[in-house]
Protein backbone atom coordinates (compact mmCIF):
# COMPACT_ATOMS: atom_id res chain seq x y z
CA UNK A 1 0.00 0.00 0.00
CA UNK A 2 0.91 3.30 -0.36
CA UNK A 3 1.83 6.28 1.98
CA UNK A 4 -0.85 8.58 1.90
CA UNK A 5 -0.57 12.38 1.37
CA UNK A 6 -3.18 14.09 2.04
CA UNK A 7 -3.75 18.21 2.69
CA UNK A 8 -2.97 19.34 6.26
CA UNK A 9 -6.49 20.44 6.72
CA UNK A 10 -5.96 19.67 10.81
CA UNK A 11 -3.35 22.59 11.51
CA UNK A 12 -3.44 25.83 10.52
CA UNK A 13 -2.09 27.20 7.82
CA UNK A 14 0.57 30.22 9.24
CA UNK A 15 0.22 32.68 5.83
CA UNK A 16 -3.76 32.22 4.90
CA UNK A 17 -4.95 34.66 1.62
CA UNK A 18 -8.30 35.55 1.94
CA UNK A 19 -10.08 37.57 -0.62
CA UNK A 20 -11.00 40.73 -0.70
CA UNK A 21 -14.64 39.95 -1.27
CA UNK A 22 -15.30 37.83 2.10
CA UNK A 23 -16.23 38.88 5.13
CA UNK A 24 -15.37 37.49 8.55
CA UNK A 25 -18.48 39.43 10.19
CA UNK A 26 -22.05 39.48 9.98
CA UNK A 27 -23.39 41.24 7.15
CA UNK A 28 -26.50 42.68 9.15
CA UNK A 29 -24.30 45.25 10.62
CA UNK A 30 -25.76 48.60 9.65
CA UNK A 31 -23.53 50.82 7.49
CA UNK A 32 -21.11 53.20 9.69
CA UNK A 33 -21.79 56.25 7.30
CA UNK A 34 -25.03 58.12 6.26
CA UNK A 35 -25.59 60.40 3.56
CA UNK A 36 -24.55 63.11 4.64
CA UNK A 37 -20.67 61.35 5.87
CA UNK A 38 -21.35 62.01 9.55
CA UNK A 39 -20.79 58.95 11.33
CA UNK A 40 -23.22 56.99 13.59
CA UNK A 41 -20.21 55.30 14.95
CA UNK A 42 -16.85 56.56 17.19
CA UNK A 43 -14.05 56.90 15.14
CA UNK A 44 -12.49 54.37 16.57
CA UNK A 45 -15.26 52.28 14.69
CA UNK A 46 -14.41 53.58 11.24
CA UNK A 47 -10.88 52.62 11.96
CA UNK A 48 -11.63 48.94 12.74
CA UNK A 49 -13.98 48.56 9.95
CA UNK A 50 -11.56 50.01 7.27
CA UNK A 51 -8.72 47.60 8.73
CA UNK A 52 -11.25 44.78 8.51
CA UNK A 53 -11.53 45.52 4.87
CA UNK A 54 -8.17 45.79 3.91
CA UNK A 55 -7.05 42.48 6.06
CA UNK A 56 -9.29 40.90 3.77
CA UNK A 57 -7.60 42.15 1.03
CA UNK A 58 -4.31 40.97 1.93
CA UNK A 59 -3.09 37.87 4.05
CA UNK A 60 -1.98 38.75 7.63
CA UNK A 61 1.77 39.27 7.97
CA UNK A 62 2.06 37.49 11.35
CA UNK A 63 -0.98 36.11 12.99
CA UNK A 64 -1.59 35.28 16.80
CA UNK A 65 -1.41 31.57 17.63
CA UNK A 66 -4.66 31.12 19.02
CA UNK A 67 -6.09 33.48 15.85
CA UNK A 68 -4.71 31.17 13.28
CA UNK A 69 -7.35 28.11 14.28
CA UNK A 70 -10.19 30.51 14.51
CA UNK A 71 -9.01 32.26 11.50
CA UNK A 72 -8.88 29.62 9.31
CA UNK A 73 -12.06 27.71 10.61
CA UNK A 74 -13.94 30.52 9.45
CA UNK A 75 -12.44 31.00 6.21
CA UNK A 76 -13.64 28.35 3.71
CA UNK A 77 -11.31 28.90 0.56
CA UNK A 78 -7.68 27.11 0.42
CA UNK A 79 -4.69 29.21 0.55
CA UNK A 80 -3.53 30.10 -2.66
CA UNK A 81 0.38 29.22 -3.36
CA UNK A 82 2.12 32.74 -3.36
CA UNK A 83 2.63 34.80 -6.41
CA UNK A 84 5.77 33.09 -8.30
CA UNK A 85 6.52 37.25 -9.84
CA UNK A 86 7.11 38.21 -6.27
CA UNK A 87 8.97 35.31 -5.56
CA UNK A 88 11.66 36.43 -8.05
CA UNK A 89 11.53 39.98 -8.34
CA UNK A 90 13.21 42.12 -5.15
CA UNK A 91 11.83 45.95 -5.20
CA UNK A 92 8.77 46.69 -3.07
CA UNK A 93 7.25 48.34 -5.91
CA UNK A 94 6.66 45.50 -7.68
CA UNK A 95 5.67 43.63 -4.84
CA UNK A 96 3.65 46.19 -4.37
CA UNK A 97 1.60 46.07 -8.11
CA UNK A 98 0.89 42.35 -6.87
CA UNK A 99 -0.42 43.09 -3.41
CA UNK A 100 -4.22 43.20 -3.90
CA UNK A 101 -4.02 39.96 -6.11
CA UNK A 102 -2.35 36.33 -4.74
CA UNK A 103 0.18 38.25 -2.91
CA UNK A 104 1.15 35.52 -0.08
CA UNK A 105 1.50 36.67 3.46
CA UNK A 106 5.20 35.54 4.20
CA UNK A 107 6.72 37.31 0.71
CA UNK A 108 4.33 40.41 1.88
CA UNK A 109 6.12 40.51 5.34
CA UNK A 110 9.72 39.46 3.90
CA UNK A 111 9.34 42.70 1.50
CA UNK A 112 8.24 44.93 4.62
CA UNK A 113 10.99 43.43 6.65
CA UNK A 114 13.53 44.38 3.25
CA UNK A 115 12.08 47.88 3.02
CA UNK A 116 12.70 49.05 6.51
CA UNK A 117 16.50 48.32 6.33
CA UNK A 118 19.21 51.48 6.75
CA UNK A 119 19.70 51.27 3.35
CA UNK A 120 16.02 50.74 2.25
CA UNK A 121 17.63 48.36 -0.26
CA UNK A 122 14.70 45.68 -0.05
CA UNK A 123 15.76 41.98 0.02
CA UNK A 124 13.46 39.02 -0.08
CA UNK A 125 14.03 36.53 2.71
CA UNK A 126 14.16 32.34 1.22
CA UNK A 127 10.96 31.02 1.62
CA UNK A 128 11.27 28.62 4.21
CA UNK A 129 10.85 25.08 3.34
CA UNK A 130 7.49 23.31 3.95
CA UNK A 131 7.00 21.78 7.08
CA UNK A 132 6.63 17.59 6.82
CA UNK A 133 2.54 16.93 6.76
CA UNK A 134 1.57 15.07 9.81
CA UNK A 135 0.24 11.41 9.46
CA UNK A 136 -3.55 10.49 9.74
CA UNK A 137 -2.40 9.15 13.23
CA UNK A 138 -0.96 12.27 14.04
CA UNK A 139 -4.04 14.37 12.22
CA UNK A 140 -6.37 12.38 14.61
CA UNK A 141 -4.94 12.70 17.70
CA UNK A 142 -6.41 16.71 17.51
CA UNK A 143 -9.55 15.83 17.51
CA UNK A 144 -9.81 12.53 19.15
CA UNK A 145 -11.49 14.00 22.17
CA UNK A 146 -14.79 14.85 19.85
CA UNK A 147 -14.42 11.16 18.00
CA UNK A 148 -15.00 8.17 20.43
CA UNK A 149 -14.25 6.01 17.30
CA UNK A 150 -10.85 7.66 16.86
CA UNK A 151 -8.45 5.08 18.78
CA UNK A 152 -10.07 1.95 16.91
CA UNK A 153 -9.20 3.93 13.84
CA UNK A 154 -5.63 4.92 15.20
CA UNK A 155 -5.33 0.76 15.64
CA UNK A 156 -6.08 0.18 12.36
CA UNK A 157 -3.72 2.64 10.92
CA UNK A 158 -0.85 0.78 12.98
CA UNK A 159 -1.79 -2.46 11.84
CA UNK A 160 -2.47 -1.39 8.40
CA UNK A 161 1.62 -0.13 9.09
CA UNK A 162 2.99 -2.82 10.23
CA UNK A 163 1.13 -4.91 6.96
CA UNK A 164 2.35 -2.20 4.24
CA UNK A 165 6.45 -2.62 5.90
CA UNK A 166 5.91 -6.56 5.75
CA UNK A 167 4.62 -6.64 2.32
CA UNK A 168 7.30 -3.89 1.20
CA UNK A 169 9.92 -6.04 2.39
CA UNK A 170 9.17 -9.46 0.92
CA UNK A 171 8.59 -7.56 -2.39
CA UNK A 172 11.63 -6.28 -2.03
CA UNK A 173 13.39 -9.26 -1.49
CA UNK A 174 11.18 -11.17 -4.45
CA UNK A 175 12.80 -8.42 -7.08
CA UNK A 176 16.26 -8.97 -5.34
CA UNK A 177 15.85 -12.90 -6.23
CA UNK A 178 14.17 -11.65 -9.83
CA UNK A 179 17.47 -9.89 -10.30
CA UNK A 180 19.07 -13.51 -10.14
CA UNK A 181 17.19 -15.60 -12.77
CA UNK A 182 17.09 -18.96 -11.88
CA UNK A 183 16.50 -21.59 -14.65
CA UNK A 184 15.60 -25.68 -14.44
CA UNK A 185 17.33 -27.99 -17.56
CA UNK A 186 13.92 -29.50 -19.29
CA UNK A 187 13.29 -31.53 -22.20
CA UNK A 188 12.01 -30.60 -25.60
CA UNK A 189 10.90 -33.69 -27.66
CA UNK A 190 10.86 -32.32 -31.31
CA UNK A 191 8.58 -34.76 -33.32
CA UNK A 192 9.33 -34.33 -37.05
CA UNK A 193 6.58 -36.33 -39.86
CA UNK A 194 4.33 -35.87 -42.85
CA UNK A 195 0.91 -36.19 -44.25
CA UNK A 196 -0.32 -36.46 -47.79
CA UNK A 197 -3.34 -36.29 -49.79
CA UNK A 198 -4.97 -37.44 -53.48
CA UNK A 199 -1.86 -39.30 -53.81
CA UNK A 200 -3.38 -42.52 -55.43
CA UNK A 201 -5.49 -41.61 -58.98
CA UNK A 202 -8.23 -44.58 -57.51
CA UNK A 203 -9.57 -42.55 -54.86
CA UNK A 204 -9.09 -39.11 -56.26
CA UNK A 205 -12.57 -38.77 -58.11
CA UNK A 206 -12.61 -34.60 -57.37
CA UNK A 207 -9.85 -34.29 -59.66
CA UNK A 208 -7.55 -32.30 -56.98
CA UNK A 209 -4.30 -32.01 -57.18
CA UNK A 210 -1.78 -34.26 -54.53
CA UNK A 211 0.14 -32.39 -52.05
CA UNK A 212 1.37 -33.15 -48.80
CA UNK A 213 2.34 -31.22 -45.78
CA UNK A 214 5.68 -31.35 -43.51
CA UNK A 215 4.96 -30.73 -39.51
CA UNK A 216 7.84 -30.01 -36.96
CA UNK A 217 6.19 -30.33 -33.80
CA UNK A 218 7.60 -29.66 -30.42
CA UNK A 219 6.83 -29.67 -26.89
CA UNK A 220 8.35 -29.45 -23.11
CA UNK A 221 8.15 -33.06 -21.30
CA UNK A 222 6.35 -32.89 -17.78
CA UNK A 223 7.69 -35.60 -15.77
CA UNK A 224 9.59 -37.42 -18.80
CA UNK A 225 6.03 -38.10 -19.96
CA UNK A 226 5.09 -38.08 -23.12
CA UNK A 227 1.30 -38.55 -24.43
CA UNK A 228 1.85 -37.33 -28.07
CA UNK A 229 0.24 -38.95 -30.74
CA UNK A 230 1.07 -37.77 -34.68
CA UNK A 231 -1.96 -36.02 -36.21
CA UNK A 232 -3.91 -35.09 -33.25
CA UNK A 233 -5.28 -31.21 -32.51
CA UNK A 234 -4.17 -30.93 -29.89
CA UNK A 235 -0.18 -31.33 -30.36
CA UNK A 236 1.40 -28.59 -28.07
CA UNK A 237 2.07 -28.33 -24.33
CA UNK A 238 -0.61 -29.10 -21.75
CA UNK A 239 0.97 -26.81 -19.20
CA UNK A 240 0.08 -22.86 -20.02
CA UNK A 241 3.16 -22.30 -17.87
CA UNK A 242 5.34 -23.50 -20.02
CA UNK A 243 7.02 -21.85 -23.30
CA UNK A 244 6.03 -23.16 -26.64
CA UNK A 245 7.86 -24.90 -29.25
CA UNK A 246 8.73 -21.88 -31.57
CA UNK A 247 10.14 -19.40 -28.60
CA UNK A 248 13.95 -21.69 -28.15
CA UNK A 249 14.63 -21.11 -32.08
CA UNK A 250 15.55 -18.21 -33.61
CA UNK A 251 15.31 -19.60 -37.10
CA UNK A 252 14.25 -22.68 -38.54
CA UNK A 253 14.85 -23.62 -42.48
CA UNK A 254 14.06 -26.24 -44.29
CA UNK A 255 15.41 -27.03 -47.92
CA UNK A 256 13.80 -29.31 -50.44
CA UNK A 257 14.55 -30.92 -53.70
CA UNK A 258 15.57 -28.02 -56.07
CA UNK A 259 14.93 -30.03 -59.33
CA UNK A 260 11.36 -30.77 -57.53
CA UNK A 261 10.70 -27.27 -56.40
CA UNK A 262 13.10 -24.90 -58.49
CA UNK A 263 11.12 -21.69 -57.49
CA UNK A 264 10.93 -21.66 -53.27
CA UNK A 265 13.09 -25.03 -52.61
CA UNK A 266 14.27 -23.02 -49.33
CA UNK A 267 11.22 -21.79 -46.19
CA UNK A 268 12.68 -20.19 -43.56
CA UNK A 269 11.13 -18.88 -40.59
CA UNK A 270 12.36 -16.13 -38.51
CA UNK A 271 11.17 -15.61 -34.91
CA UNK A 272 12.07 -11.73 -34.90
CA UNK A 273 9.67 -11.37 -37.65
CA UNK A 274 7.06 -13.78 -36.00
CA UNK A 275 6.91 -13.02 -32.51
CA UNK A 276 3.29 -14.84 -31.44
CA UNK A 277 4.41 -18.11 -30.23
CA UNK A 278 3.42 -21.51 -31.88
CA UNK A 279 3.23 -25.41 -30.72
CA UNK A 280 4.94 -25.99 -34.19
CA UNK A 281 5.50 -25.59 -38.14
CA UNK A 282 3.85 -26.55 -41.23
CA UNK A 283 5.16 -26.64 -45.00
CA UNK A 284 2.47 -27.63 -48.04
CA UNK A 285 3.14 -27.92 -51.45
CA UNK A 286 1.44 -30.13 -54.18
CA UNK A 287 3.40 -32.56 -55.67
CA UNK A 288 3.48 -36.25 -55.91
CA UNK A 289 6.94 -37.73 -55.69
CA UNK A 290 9.40 -38.62 -52.94
CA UNK A 291 12.42 -36.92 -51.66
CA UNK A 292 14.32 -35.88 -48.37
CA UNK A 293 14.21 -32.92 -46.86
CA UNK A 294 16.90 -30.86 -44.60
CA UNK A 295 15.75 -29.16 -41.57
CA UNK A 296 18.11 -26.26 -39.53
CA UNK A 297 16.99 -25.43 -36.51
CA UNK A 298 19.19 -22.28 -34.56
CA UNK A 299 18.37 -22.74 -30.74
CA UNK A 300 18.00 -19.77 -28.72
CA UNK A 301 19.12 -20.27 -25.96
CA UNK A 302 18.32 -18.08 -22.40
CA UNK A 303 21.32 -17.06 -20.92
CA UNK A 304 22.99 -17.66 -24.37
CA UNK A 305 25.52 -20.19 -24.88
CA UNK A 306 29.27 -20.51 -26.43
CA UNK A 307 30.60 -23.65 -28.07
CA UNK A 308 34.28 -24.43 -26.86
CA UNK A 309 36.88 -24.46 -29.58
CA UNK A 310 38.92 -28.23 -28.97
CA UNK A 311 41.70 -26.76 -26.33
CA UNK A 312 39.42 -24.83 -24.17
CA UNK A 313 37.02 -27.50 -24.23
CA UNK A 314 39.84 -30.63 -23.46
CA UNK A 315 40.83 -27.79 -20.95
CA UNK A 316 37.35 -28.16 -18.97
CA UNK A 317 35.62 -30.88 -19.92
CA UNK A 318 32.53 -29.90 -21.72
CA UNK A 319 31.42 -28.66 -25.35
CA UNK A 320 28.88 -26.22 -25.23
CA UNK A 321 28.30 -23.72 -21.82
CA UNK A 322 27.22 -20.34 -20.94
CA UNK A 323 29.90 -17.76 -20.62
CA UNK A 324 29.59 -17.47 -16.75
CA UNK A 325 29.76 -21.10 -16.48
CA UNK A 326 33.28 -20.90 -18.56
CA UNK A 327 34.61 -18.57 -16.37
CA UNK A 328 33.61 -20.42 -13.20
CA UNK A 329 34.83 -23.61 -14.55
CA UNK A 330 38.05 -21.81 -15.65
CA UNK A 331 39.04 -20.51 -12.11
CA UNK A 332 37.87 -23.47 -10.56
CA UNK A 333 40.69 -25.09 -12.71
CA UNK A 334 43.05 -22.52 -11.85
CA UNK A 335 41.79 -23.17 -8.02
CA UNK A 336 42.48 -27.07 -7.84
CA UNK A 337 45.72 -27.25 -9.34
CA UNK A 338 47.18 -24.17 -7.07
CA UNK A 339 48.06 -21.98 -10.08
CA UNK A 340 47.81 -18.65 -8.31
CA UNK A 341 50.28 -16.71 -7.28
CA UNK A 342 50.58 -15.90 -3.48
CA UNK A 343 51.67 -12.49 -3.06
CA UNK A 344 49.45 -11.60 -6.43
CA UNK A 345 45.91 -12.90 -5.64
CA UNK A 346 44.74 -11.52 -9.04
CA UNK A 347 47.64 -13.21 -11.27
CA UNK A 348 48.13 -17.07 -11.71
CA UNK A 349 51.22 -19.63 -13.70
CA UNK A 350 50.45 -20.86 -16.45
CA UNK A 351 50.22 -25.03 -16.87
CA UNK A 352 51.48 -26.49 -20.24
CA UNK A 353 47.67 -26.78 -20.96
CA UNK A 354 47.20 -22.85 -19.99
CA UNK A 355 50.53 -21.85 -22.05
CA UNK A 356 49.04 -23.52 -25.60
CA UNK A 357 45.49 -21.61 -24.51
CA UNK A 358 46.82 -18.51 -23.74
CA UNK A 359 50.67 -18.80 -24.87
CA UNK A 360 51.56 -17.33 -21.63
CA UNK A 361 53.85 -18.90 -18.77
CA UNK A 362 52.00 -16.07 -16.06
CA UNK A 363 49.13 -13.66 -16.98
CA UNK A 364 46.44 -11.86 -14.84
CA UNK A 365 42.92 -13.87 -14.53
CA UNK A 366 41.32 -10.29 -16.06
CA UNK A 367 43.36 -10.99 -18.38
CA UNK A 368 42.42 -14.04 -19.27
CA UNK A 369 38.85 -13.43 -19.21
CA UNK A 370 39.42 -11.11 -22.48
CA UNK A 371 41.13 -13.78 -24.21
CA UNK A 372 38.45 -15.96 -24.33
CA UNK A 373 36.10 -14.43 -26.86
CA UNK A 374 39.41 -15.82 -29.11
CA UNK A 375 37.96 -19.74 -28.37
CA UNK A 376 34.33 -19.47 -28.25
CA UNK A 377 31.68 -19.20 -30.74
CA UNK A 378 28.30 -19.42 -31.46
CA UNK A 379 26.59 -23.19 -31.61
CA UNK A 380 26.25 -24.70 -34.18
CA UNK A 381 22.51 -25.13 -35.53
CA UNK A 382 20.99 -28.32 -35.64
CA UNK A 383 20.49 -30.48 -38.70
CA UNK A 384 17.81 -32.93 -39.49
CA UNK A 385 16.22 -34.80 -42.33
CA UNK A 386 13.05 -36.31 -42.84
CA UNK A 387 11.88 -38.43 -46.02
CA UNK A 388 8.87 -37.14 -47.62
CA UNK A 389 6.60 -40.57 -48.17
CA UNK A 390 3.93 -40.10 -50.28
CA UNK A 391 2.47 -44.07 -49.74
CA UNK A 392 1.51 -45.97 -46.62
CA UNK A 393 0.87 -45.01 -42.95
CA UNK A 394 2.31 -41.41 -42.36
CA UNK A 395 2.12 -41.50 -38.97
CA UNK A 396 4.43 -44.90 -38.05
CA UNK A 397 7.86 -43.09 -39.86
CA UNK A 398 7.46 -39.97 -37.50
CA UNK A 399 10.98 -38.63 -36.18
CA UNK A 400 11.61 -37.74 -32.73
CA UNK A 401 14.74 -35.50 -31.56
CA UNK A 402 15.08 -34.58 -27.67
CA UNK A 403 16.95 -31.32 -27.02
CA UNK A 404 17.91 -30.02 -23.56
CA UNK A 405 16.54 -26.90 -22.77
CA UNK A 406 16.23 -24.09 -20.09
CA UNK A 407 13.21 -22.48 -18.64
CA UNK A 408 12.09 -20.37 -16.12
CA UNK A 409 10.61 -22.82 -12.95
CA UNK A 410 6.61 -22.49 -13.03
CA UNK A 411 6.22 -20.13 -9.61
CA UNK A 412 8.36 -17.51 -10.95
CA UNK A 413 6.38 -16.89 -13.68
CA UNK A 414 3.32 -16.77 -11.38
CA UNK A 415 4.86 -14.36 -9.45
CA UNK A 416 6.03 -12.09 -12.08
CA UNK A 417 2.62 -11.79 -12.98
CA UNK A 418 2.02 -11.02 -9.50
CA UNK A 419 4.43 -8.06 -9.48
CA UNK A 420 3.79 -6.54 -12.79
CA UNK A 421 0.26 -6.69 -11.45
CA UNK A 422 -1.53 -3.18 -10.95
CA UNK A 423 -5.24 -4.33 -11.03
CA UNK A 424 -4.59 -4.43 -6.58
CA UNK A 425 -2.30 -1.06 -6.73
CA UNK A 426 -5.39 0.57 -8.23
CA UNK A 427 -8.07 -0.87 -5.97
CA UNK A 428 -5.42 0.35 -3.36
CA UNK A 429 -5.23 3.65 -4.39
CA UNK A 430 -9.56 4.30 -4.77
CA UNK A 431 -9.78 2.91 -1.22
CA UNK A 432 -7.34 5.76 -0.20
CA UNK A 433 -9.04 8.48 -1.87
CA UNK A 434 -12.35 7.21 0.18
CA UNK A 435 -10.43 7.49 3.20
CA UNK A 436 -8.78 11.03 2.56
CA UNK A 437 -12.40 11.81 1.60
CA UNK A 438 -13.68 11.01 5.05
CA UNK A 439 -11.03 12.50 6.57
CA UNK A 440 -10.76 16.09 5.33
CA UNK A 441 -14.97 15.97 6.23
CA UNK A 442 -13.99 15.37 9.60
CA UNK A 443 -10.76 18.17 9.61
CA UNK A 444 -13.68 20.70 8.16
CA UNK A 445 -15.93 19.85 11.07
CA UNK A 446 -13.46 20.47 13.78
CA UNK A 447 -12.16 23.62 12.31
CA UNK A 448 -15.91 25.36 12.60
CA UNK A 449 -16.48 23.53 15.97
CA UNK A 450 -13.49 25.03 17.17
CA UNK A 451 -14.43 28.53 15.63
CA UNK A 452 -18.02 28.78 17.05
CA UNK A 453 -16.55 27.26 20.36
CA UNK A 454 -14.40 30.12 20.54
CA UNK A 455 -16.93 32.58 19.75
CA UNK A 456 -19.44 31.43 22.13
CA UNK A 457 -17.16 31.10 24.96
CA UNK A 458 -16.28 34.48 24.82
CA UNK A 459 -17.98 36.48 21.72
CA UNK A 460 -16.12 40.12 23.18
CA UNK A 461 -12.30 38.61 23.81
CA UNK A 462 -12.47 36.82 20.43
CA UNK A 463 -13.78 39.89 18.45
CA UNK A 464 -11.47 42.19 20.12
CA UNK A 465 -8.43 39.76 19.94
CA UNK A 466 -9.48 39.56 15.79
CA UNK A 467 -9.32 43.24 15.53
CA UNK A 468 -5.88 43.63 17.22
CA UNK A 469 -4.79 41.43 15.33
CA UNK A 470 -5.97 43.04 12.05
CA UNK A 471 -4.86 46.39 13.62
CA UNK A 472 -1.18 45.66 13.43
CA UNK A 473 -1.93 44.36 9.62
CA UNK A 474 -3.12 47.82 8.83
CA UNK A 475 -0.23 49.35 10.68
CA UNK A 476 2.24 47.79 8.58
CA UNK A 477 0.37 47.98 5.59
CA UNK A 478 0.26 52.06 6.16
CA UNK A 479 3.81 52.18 6.94
CA UNK A 480 4.76 50.11 3.44
CA UNK A 481 1.98 52.03 1.61
CA UNK A 482 3.86 55.65 2.70
CA UNK A 483 7.23 54.22 2.26
CA UNK A 484 6.63 53.42 -1.43
CA UNK A 485 4.68 56.98 -2.07
CA UNK A 486 7.87 58.72 -0.76
CA UNK A 487 10.48 56.76 -2.73
CA UNK A 488 8.13 57.76 -6.18
CA UNK A 489 8.43 61.16 -5.41
CA UNK A 490 12.38 61.15 -6.17
CA UNK A 491 13.52 60.68 -9.68
CA UNK A 492 16.41 58.12 -8.61
CA UNK A 493 13.19 55.71 -7.74
CA UNK A 494 12.59 55.21 -11.75
CA UNK A 495 16.20 55.36 -13.25
CA UNK A 496 16.55 51.29 -11.78
CA UNK A 497 17.12 48.53 -13.96
CA UNK A 498 13.49 46.98 -13.32
CA UNK A 499 12.33 50.08 -14.37
CA UNK A 500 12.40 49.47 -18.34
CA UNK A 501 11.01 45.84 -18.36
CA UNK A 502 8.23 47.05 -16.05
CA UNK A 503 7.21 49.50 -18.45
CA UNK A 504 7.14 47.39 -21.02
CA UNK A 505 4.62 45.15 -19.44
CA UNK A 506 2.38 48.26 -18.38
CA UNK A 507 2.55 48.88 -22.39
CA UNK A 508 1.60 45.53 -23.74
CA UNK A 509 -0.92 44.81 -21.21
CA UNK A 510 -2.80 48.67 -21.66
CA UNK A 511 -2.76 47.99 -25.79
CA UNK A 512 -4.52 44.42 -25.24
CA UNK A 513 -7.09 46.26 -23.29
CA UNK A 514 -7.71 48.95 -25.89
CA UNK A 515 -7.48 46.62 -28.68
CA UNK A 516 -9.98 44.07 -26.76
CA UNK A 517 -14.03 44.69 -27.96
CA UNK A 518 -14.91 47.59 -25.72
CA UNK A 519 -12.05 48.97 -24.91
CA UNK A 520 -11.14 52.68 -24.93
Known amino acids: MNQRNHPNYLHPQPNPQIPSGASHFPSHLPNPQTQSGVSHFPSHFQLLLAQTQYAHALAQAQIHAQLQSQSQAHATLQPRPSHPFLQSQPHPFVANLHSNTNTNVGNVANTLAASGSANHRPNLRPIRPKKKEPSQKQ ?25 DAEMARYKFELQEAFKRPSYVQKTLRVYVFNTFSNQNIFTNKNGEEASWSLKIVGRILEDDKDSFEAGSSSQGSKSPSCPKFSSFFKKIAVYLDENLYSDDHVIIWDNARSPIEQDGLEVKRKGDKEFTAKITMELKNVPEKFMLSPQLSKLLGFQVETRPRIIAALWHYINSRKLEISNDPFSFICDPSLQMLFGANKMEFEEAIKKLPQHLSLPQPINL ?4 KLSGNPTSDTDCYDIQVYVHPPLDNDISSILAGRESQKQIEFFDDVISSYIKKVHEHQRRRAFFHSFSHSPEDFINATIASQSKDMKLIAEHASDNAAKKQRSKFFNQPWVMDASIRYLNRKNAGNDAPGGS
Open 139 to 163: RLEKVAPLLPQSPLYTQLIDFENQV
Open 385 to 388: EHEI
